[in-house]
């Protein structure tokens, strides 16, 4: 591949990053050209997003294959820095620029008001988030995971606040602690295999010395524990409930994709290392099943326990990491695909769920909510509504809030017809179904899972009734919210992207078939990283 | 030299860990500057130790006497980012202590 198409690889790490660049110059009262800005260069990121999928889509499985490779200073690839575009970064890309839109439109309605830089932050946090997505080179990852915690200190105490302020603090200090071990790791990693190149790395790793190795693994191994915190493994995610309800609507729901960056590098490394031939993938695997079923279980009691709806949707963020692990460590490739499917689809609702329960908790007293402190923030922006009416107040709030709601208990709980029974039946026909393809006997791993990711559905179910019930039936002051179009929009945006998963579930499903086939064979990734030509040296050839 | 190193970067360590495992948010942000000391000096670690040694590349030089530079360009880095962070860290601190009138990482101190 020639010519212009291929630098649009490095396009969805500038777009966002000339954005920040600019909205930093524009005054903070000129708040209509900033959001314009800010939405225009989301949008540019969707429309390359889309570019890139096809451009992923039309790839082949054949090695040699390296028009997703970038070569940045153009130095050849175990030298310089790659990035590096395959089916799943561009499938990555894409869920992030999908679930960028609708989390600004809701801020425009009032909350990029309450404080500074809202937007800037919110650019370089989707710069961080696409670079990571990309990056074939293990301290890149480092730089880049540190630009998207950066952006999200900064989110996460938009609105400031008491609540805001203890959660920011601890979120802080375990990203602080967690960035300190990827760099033990990733000099663990240098300084045995002589190289921080994904693709190098595997290459290196089966011919490397015993003595070594005990090393390397060791590196390997802290570098997971690092992703295992960012994705909100039990027991290493305590913060997570905490931080995800304390932080505004919008910002919550774009840091629904936050803890499936962990999930995607792990999936990376995992699937990259394992053409190894040793006992390490296979510890990964078992640490991953395990985790995955401990998390699951803490997110599910933590589903049923839960008074919040905030908290209520922290805890689905662990029951999707604990689901999603599980599936990495049981491996097979049937399931993995329905995981894949499962990421994309779970993403949405969790993302959708908190744009909503900020709408639904707003008629409700202050008093009564555990988020007192944003409620607040609401006493205040609705003096001044009248004056500054960006949509028509809705009639009929309640009944549209209550659709979104149960299409998200529908969702969170993977019942028909919505994308999260698809997702969840393609899983569980690869691990116990005729979708499994080996004809081997189910093992005890294979009927825990099962019946936890089915339990997990069923709590979430049980929770969502109740506090649904609660909220529209059983009200006690019968407020109805101020709701505004621009607000409801995106939630109803991202709930109908849910259904058009649904009915093309033929279509996303074979591509993620296709992107776990490509990834069972890290040989492709790591030749077409080779392969990359330089551009000068490619003008030379005939 | 390894011995020296190995036993700052130890005893750095095992302060830093100490210190983040306290109650006042003072005593983490000193834990995490000492943990991310103890860690820039373990990348130059990896590297291997080596005095009067340039991390410069001429022709026909041996590699043997010859510094990693890899390993301090990483340092370099993770110095700027660590540094940055920590700054951050440190405005969170002052305003959870406006906020709440105390020092304590909860945010409320422990009750008697």
């Given at each position: 591949?020639?010519?212009?198409?291929?630098?649009?690889?490095?396009?969805?790490?500038?777009?966002?990053?000339?954005?920040?660049?600019?909205?930093?110059?524009?005054?903070?009262?000129?708040?209509?050209?900033?959001?314009?800005i800010s939405l225009g260069a989301t949008v540019i990121m969707l429309t390359v997003a889309l570019l890139l999928l096809h451009m992923a889509n039309g790839m082949e499985n054949a090695a040699g294959n390296a028009g997703g490779v970038y070569l940045l200073g153009n130095w050849p690839a175990p030298f310089g820095i790659v990035l590096v575009l395959d089916r799943l970064s561009a499938m990555m890309l894409m869920l992030t620029a999908t679930l960028a839109i609708p989390a600004l439109a809701f801020s425009l309605a009032r909350w990029h008001n309450s404080g500074a830089h809202f937007h800037t932050l919110f650019q370089l946090l989707l710069m961080g988030l696409n670079g990571a997505f990309l990056t074939g080179d293990l301290f890149n990852l480092f730089v880049f995971f540190e630009v998207m915690l950066a952006a999200s200190y900064g989110l996460l105490l938009h609105g400031s606040g008491q609540l805001r302020v203890k959660a920011g603090l601890h979120y802080l200090v375990i990203n602080l602690a967690s960035a300190l071990l990827f760099l033990v790791g990733v000099s663990l990693v240098y300084g045995t295999a002589g190289t921080l190149n994904m693709a190098d790395l595997a290459l290196r790793l089966p011919e490397l010395a015993p003595d070594r190795r005990v090393f390397l693994e060791a590196g390997l191994a802290v570098l997971g524990v690092v992703f295992l915190i960012k994705a909100g493994v039990w027991p290493l995610n305590f913060w997570l409930p905490t931080a995800y309800s304390a932080a505004a609507a919008p910002v919550a729901g774009i840091f629904a994709i936050l803890s499936k960056l962990g999930i995607y590098i792990l999936l990376r490394l995992v699937m990259l290392t394992s053409g190894d031939g040793t006992a390490l993938t296979e510890v990964a695997r078992t640490v991953l099943l395990f985790g995955g079923l401990?998390?699951?279980?803490?997110?599910?009691?933590?589903?049923?326990?839960?008074?919040?709806?905030?908290?209520?949707?922290?805890?689905?963020?662990?029951?999707?990491?604990?689901?999603?692990?599980?599936?990495?460590?049981?491996?097979?490739?049937?399931?993995?695909?329905?995981?894949?499917?499962?990421?994309?689809?779970?993403?949405?609702?969790?993302?959708?769920?908190?744009?909503?329960?900020?709408l639904i908790e707003r008629g409700q007293d202050a008093g009564a909510s555990v988020l007192a402190v944003s409620?607040?923030?609401?006493?205040?922006?609705?003096?001044?509504?009248?004056?500054?009416?960006?949509g028509v107040t809705m009639p009929g709030t309640m009944a549209v809030l209550a659709v979104c709601f149960s299409a998200c208990a529908i969702l969170l709980s993977g019942l028909p017809p919505l994308?999260?029974?698809?997702?969840?039946?393609?899983?569980?026909?690869?691990?116990?179904?005729?979708?499994?393809e080996s004809d081997a006997a189910i093992g005890p791993a294979g009927w825990v899972s099962a019946t936890l990711l089915i339990l997990?559905?069923?709590?979430?179910?049980?929770?969502?009734?109740?506090s649904g019930i609660r909220t529209f039936w059983a009200s006690i002051e019968g407020t109805v919210p101020r709701v505004l179009v621009i607000e409801v929009a995106p939630v109803l945006m991202l709930l109908t992207l849910t259904l058009v998963l649904t009915i093309g579930a033929g279509p996303v499903m074979r591509y993620m078939q296709e992107t776990t086939a490509t990834l069972s064979e890290p040989r492709n990734y790591i030749n077409a990283v080779f392969e990359a030509r330089r551009i000068g040296q490619e003008a030379a050839r005939p | 030299m390894e011995l020296v190193l190995s036993i700052g970067i130890g005893v750095m360590t095992g302060s830093g860990v100490w210190l983040i495992l306290r109650p006042r948010t003072y005593q983490v942000i000193v834990g995490l500057s000492l943990l991310s000391y103890a860690v820039n000096l373990f990348i130059f670690g990896v590297g291997g130790l080596k005095v009067n040694a340039p991390p410069l590349l001429g022709t026909g030089a041996d590699v043997s006497t010859l510094a990693d530079p890899v390993p301090q360009s990483l340092v370099l880095t993770a110095i700027v980012i660590g540094f940055a962070t920590t700054a951050l860290f440190l405005v969170v601190l002052l305003a959870s202590r406006g906020l709440t009138g105390t020092d304590h990482v909860d945010g409320k101190e422990r009750p008697k």
């Amino acid at each position: 591949m020639t010519g212009l198409s291929h630098h649009l690889i490095v396009a969805p790490i500038l777009v966002p990053f000339v954005a920040a660049a600019i909205l930093l110059f524009i005054d903070e009262r000129s708040r209509v050209t900033k959001a314009m800005i800010s939405l225009g260069a989301t949008v540019i990121m969707l429309t390359v997003a889309l570019l890139l999928l096809h451009m992923a889509n039309g790839m082949e499985n054949a090695a040699g294959n390296a028009g997703g490779v970038y070569l940045l200073g153009n130095w050849p690839a175990p030298f310089g820095i790659v990035l590096v575009l395959d089916r799943l970064s561009a499938m990555m890309l894409m869920l992030t620029a999908t679930l960028a839109i609708p989390a600004l439109a809701f801020s425009l309605a009032r909350w990029h008001n309450s404080g500074a830089h809202f937007h800037t932050l919110f650019q370089l946090l989707l710069m961080g988030l696409n670079g990571a997505f990309l990056t074939g080179d293990l301290f890149n990852l480092f730089v880049f995971f540190e630009v998207m915690l950066a952006a999200s200190y900064g989110l996460l105490l938009h609105g400031s606040g008491q609540l805001r302020v203890k959660a920011g603090l601890h979120y802080l200090v375990i990203n602080l602690a967690s960035a300190l071990l990827f760099l033990v790791g990733v000099s663990l990693v240098y300084g045995t295999a002589g190289t921080l190149n994904m693709a190098d790395l595997a290459l290196r790793l089966p011919e490397l010395a015993p003595d070594r190795r005990v090393f390397l693994e060791a590196g390997l191994a802290v570098l997971g524990v690092v992703f295992l915190i960012k994705a909100g493994v039990w027991p290493l995610n305590f913060w997570l409930p905490t931080a995800y309800s304390a932080a505004a609507a919008p910002v919550a729901g774009i840091f629904a994709i936050l803890s499936k960056l962990g999930i995607y590098i792990l999936l990376r490394l995992v699937m990259l290392t394992s053409g190894d031939g040793t006992a390490l993938t296979e510890v990964a695997r078992t640490v991953l099943l395990f985790g995955g079923l401990a998390t699951i279980t803490f997110g599910a009691i933590g589903v049923l326990a839960s008074q919040a709806l905030g908290r209520l949707a922290g805890y689905s963020v662990l029951v999707s990491t604990g689901t999603l692990l599980t599936i990495i460590g049981f491996g097979g490739q049937a399931s993995a695909s329905g995981a894949l499917f499962y990421m994309v689809s779970s993403t949405l609702t969790i993302a959708a769920f908190f744009l909503l329960i900020e709408l639904i908790e707003r008629g409700q007293d202050a008093g009564a909510s555990v988020l007192a402190v944003s409620m607040e923030v609401y006493g205040d922006a609705d003096e001044d509504d009248a004056d500054d009416e960006i949509g028509v107040t809705m009639p009929g709030t309640m009944a549209v809030l209550a659709v979104c709601f149960s299409a998200c208990a529908i969702l969170l709980s993977g019942l028909p017809p919505l994308s999260g029974f698809v997702a969840k039946f393609a899983i569980l026909s690869g691990m116990i179904g005729s979708g499994a393809e080996s004809d081997a006997a189910i093992g005890p791993a294979g009927w825990v899972s099962a019946t936890l990711l089915i339990l997990s559905g069923l709590c979430a179910l049980i929770a969502m009734t109740r506090s649904g019930i609660r909220t529209f039936w059983a009200s006690i002051e019968g407020t109805v919210p101020r709701v505004l179009v621009i607000e409801v929009a995106p939630v109803l945006m991202l709930l109908t992207l849910t259904l058009v998963l649904t009915i093309g579930a033929g279509p996303v499903m074979r591509y993620m078939q296709e992107t776990t086939a490509t990834l069972s064979e890290p040989r492709n990734y790591i030749n077409a990283v080779f392969e990359a030509r330089r551009i000068g040296q490619e003008a030379a050839r005939p | 030299m390894e011995l020296v190193l190995s036993i700052g970067i130890g005893v750095m360590t095992g302060s830093g860990v100490w210190l983040i495992l306290r109650p006042r948010t003072y005593q983490v942000i000193v834990g995490l500057s000492l943990l991310s000391y103890a860690v820039n000096l373990f990348i130059f670690g990896v590297g291997g130790l080596k005095v009067n040694a340039p991390p410069l590349l001429g022709t026909g030089a041996d590699v043997s006497t010859l510094a990693d530079p890899v390993p301090q360009s990483l340092v370099l880095t993770a110095i700027v980012i660590g540094f940055a962070t920590t700054a951050l860290f440190l405005v969170v601190l002052l305003a959870s202590r406006g906020l709440t009138g105390t020092d304590h990482v909860d945010g409320k101190e422990r009750p008697k």
